[in-house]
């Protein structure tokens, strides 16, 4: 028996899902994003084709962090140059812009590849209840939500 591995040319149908971030936890968030964007949820998965789906996540400024994270966790970015790193804590960054928030811990769980660039590009964060992908009619992926 041979084993079946996928070419870039068999992997067409690339279907899109929305994902509802209110009240859900963003690791919990980012690792369900991350396997969809890479195809993990699909019997023809291979680590080295980009088999995965596009990824709508609304809500995304109502994302939680469980225990002091909000004040302890730090975003770091550099500019490149001597002295140039910058940090935030997850309060003032959600605060700011929770779109990068979630982007920032998606990029986390992809491969920090070409492939993992090329999924991330298939990944659309909104802050609000509204999106701009209706026509594509996205299918509902439901994560386990925080108790309130």
């Given at each position: ?5 996928p ?12 994902v ?36 709508i ?21 550099h ?51 509204e ?18």
């Amino acid at each position: 028996m041979r084993t079946y591995t996928p070419k870039a040319a068999d992997v067409t149908n690339k279907k899109w899902y929305i994902v509802d971030a209110e009240n859900v936890v963003l690791g919990r968030l980012a690792t369900t994003v991350a396997n969809l964007l890479r195809g993990k949820h699909k019997p023809t998965y291979a680590p080295h084709i980009d088999t995965g789906d596009y990824v709508i996540v609304i809500n995304a400024d109502k994302v939680v962090l469980t225990g002091n994270k909000l004040d302890t966790k730090r975003a770091y970015r550099h500019s490149g140059y001597p002295g140039g790193l910058r940090s935030l804590t997850y309060r003032e960054l959600l605060e700011k812009s929770p779109e990068k928030a979630v982007e920032k811990a998606v990029r986390g769980m992809v491969p920090h590849t070409k492939l993992g660039r090329a999924q991330m590009k298939k990944l659309r964060v909104f802050v609000g209840s509204e999106h701009p992908h209706t026509a594509q009619q996205p299918e509902t992926v439901e994560i386990k939500k925080i108790a309130q």
